[in-house]
């Protein structure tokens, strides 16, 4: 197979991180975990053999070190299982499952392989491509997947994952994913056609006349104010409530507008977030919410969501904080919906003409403009990991989690849609502020606290 050649987004050294999954399955204490580790590692290596590149590194580029560059695959090398024995003190998987999984269950130093988002890689050392960790408590495995960014984005570690299911099951890893696996990244995201304009990217290109305010690497901000991760629940019902909520609000000329489950629980994250913000922050400034836009299908033809690349960008949806807790929710959902609708092919080739053509991919930043009053949301929800099937081993995962790593402030995830039908987001922000959140009388109605 051929070397692999990274894209225009995933050669960012911003990305120059991973992004991690957390399962959790329920083991019976009769079973080997000798056998189950031997499964793991078959499907492991199954996955390695349809995209051998997974067994690569992400280095420093040496034609240039304002970009990165995967590491030539060695044939033969796989990717070894990290096994990891909790039994001793860590909470029994019961534990978990009875306190809803909270994120000071789940240390991320203790069941993750390598950091993830906020905090980044540097200098020329090796990261792996892909990396599994299986971290056995008593009663039950917490098995943790890394897929570095510049490999893929959320969709594809939810698609390595799909495909990680697949194999343990015993099945065979169709024909098309295998295929749209191995895409050349150089042709699958295309620049502009000879005479297209080339749009305005301000808000994903650093301003190298203004100083910069936003922490981006965990070294950077040493003192208070303290961050943490918690979840928060929202039901199916509640869901569907907040949907019809954020419909009914709409103004006449939105009516026709197609609001999500999603749009909904996004925009009311977004206002309990800001509202509790408020305290210390400018009330003539504005607000913007950046949300993670899977962009495979708003290519001109698209790509299939089973093509592993990252091949993402974010929308900024803004909103003045002046009688920011008066706005019906239907007018954020509106905004937001508005704003996913002007993202199309030109736009996604357009950006891609503006990485290819940026020498010093260190001032691409999605987030480049990223102020304390904005926040930064990625969806899993729409992955239906949690009905998946991973053979008679392991069944069916109970949860899924981010692994509990740097917090940062205003960053969002939903994770992959339970089996109930209920989302769980993982919020990290400012410990006063998360306190604060417990007073909004909205917020506290729609969802249930986890920690």
Not at 203 to 213: F, G, K, N, Q
Not at 225 to 243: G, T, V
Request: aromatic content about 6%; overall charge negative; proline content about 5%.
């Amino acid at each position: 197979m051929a070397e692999l050649i990274l894209g225009p987004i995933d050669e960012l050294p911003q990305l120059r991180t991973n992004t991690t999954l957390l399962l959790g399955f329920a083991l019976p204490d009769r079973l080997d975990r000798a056998e189950v580790l031997k499964c793991l590692q078959a499907a492991t290596n199954t996955l390695v053999d349809k995209f051998p590149y997974l067994a690569g590194q992400i280095t420093v580029s040496e034609a240039s070190e304002d970009k990165l560059d995967a590491s030539k695959h060695v044939p033969g090398h796989s990717v070894a299982v990290i096994q990891n024995d909790l039994s001793e003190d860590f909470p029994h998987y019961q534990q978990i499952i009875n306190a809803k999984a909270p994120a000071s269950m789940l240390d991320g130093s203790r069941v993750s392989q390598g950091d993830g988002f906020p905090t980044f890689s540097s200098g020329h050392a090796l990261d792996p491509c892909f990396g599994m960790k299986a971290n056995f408590v008593r009663g039950g495995l917490l098995l943790t997947f890394a897929l570095s960014h510049s490999i893929g984005d959320g969709t594809s570690l939810g698609q390595v994952i799909k495909m990680f299911a697949t194999a343990c099951r015993g099945d065979i890893i169709s024909k098309a994913d295998i295929e749209a696996g191995n895409m050349n990244r150089l042709l699958s995201l295309p620049s502009l056609r000879s005479g297209e304009n080339l749009l305005e990217h301000s808000d994903i290109t650093v301003d190298t006349t203004a100083e910069r305010t936003t922490p981006i690497n965990k070294d950077e901000e040493t003192t208070a104010p303290l961050k943490r991760w918690a979840y928060f629940r929202i039901s199916d019902e509640k869901l569907a409530q907040l949907k019809a909520e954020a419909l009914a609000d709409l103004s006449v000329d939105d009516r026709n507008l197609l609001i999500s489950s999603n749009d909904g629980f996004t925009v009311l994250i977004w206002r309990a977030i800001t509202l509790a913000r408020l305290p210390h922050l400018d009330p003539n400034a504005v607000t913007t919410i950046l949300r993670a836009v899977n962009c495979r299908r708003k290519l001109d033809p698209p790509l299939p969501d089973t093509t592993l690349q990252n091949i993402v960008t974010v929308t900024h949806t803004r909103s003045s904080l002046q009688d920011f807790s008066k706005i019906p929710l239907g007018t954020l959902a509106s905004k937001l919906r508005k704003d996913l609708l002007g993202l199309n092919d030109h736009h996604v080739r357009s950006m891609a003409t503006h990485l290819r053509s940026t020498r010093d991919k260190n001032l691409i930043r999605f987030g480049a403009r990223f102020t304390p009053s904005d926040m930064v949301i990625s969806s899993f929800a729409h992955m239906p990991i949690c009905t998946s099937d991973f053979g008679p081993l392991l069944g069916q995962p109970n949860f899924v989690r981010r692994p509990t790593l740097t917090a940062a402030d205003g960053v969002v995830y939903l994770m992959p849609k339970n089996a109930d039908g209920s989302i769980d987001a993982a919020i990290s922000m400012r410990v006063d502020d998360l306190e604060r959140m417990h007073l909004d009388e909205k917020w506290a109605y729609y969802t249930e606290y986890i920690g």
